[in-house]
């Protein structure tokens, strides 16, 4: 005897439905991170400027301990050894500290398409 099974009770199934839930699933997921990304930005924009009266302007190491910090604290720069024994005031420059220069702008995408070019 043979047995036979009803097309009714075999399930369909959408296969374009399915494929759109997937993709919008994929969307919002991808959103939620890039508005992650974005807020998290946000935030630390607020948060850096202001009333700071220290900040590092750079720092190097030595060795697998021992740092060297460039600090600006209250209009002086102050040169700090860090290391394994504690931490140490190396020097301290008098006077003002030199403002910043502003970061050069990044060049335009045609200057580096240009660049590319040229080379051999």
């Known amino acids: 005897m043979r047995l036979a099974i009803a097309p009714a009770a075999m399930p369909t199934v959408d296969l374009g439905g399915e494929l759109l839930r997937a993709v919008l699933g994929l969307a919002a997921i991808v959103a939620l991170i890039l508005l992650a990304g974005w807020l998290s930005r946000r935030l630390q924009a607020r948060a850096a400027p202001g009333g700071r009266r220290l900040r590092c302007v750079e720092s ?3 060795g697998a301990r021992e740092r060297v910090l460039l600090l600006d604290a209250d209009g002086k720069r102050l040169l700090i050894g860090v290391g394994a024994g504690g931490v140490r005031t190396l020097h301290v420059y008098e006077g003002q500290a030199p403002e910043p220069a502003p970061p ?3 060049p335009a995408f045609g200057e ?4 590319l070019r040229r080379r051999p």
Request: hydrophobic letters at 60%.
């Open 60 to 62: 190097m190491a030595l």
């Open 104 to 106: 050069a702008p990044p």
């Open 112 to 115: 580096l398409l240009g660049r």
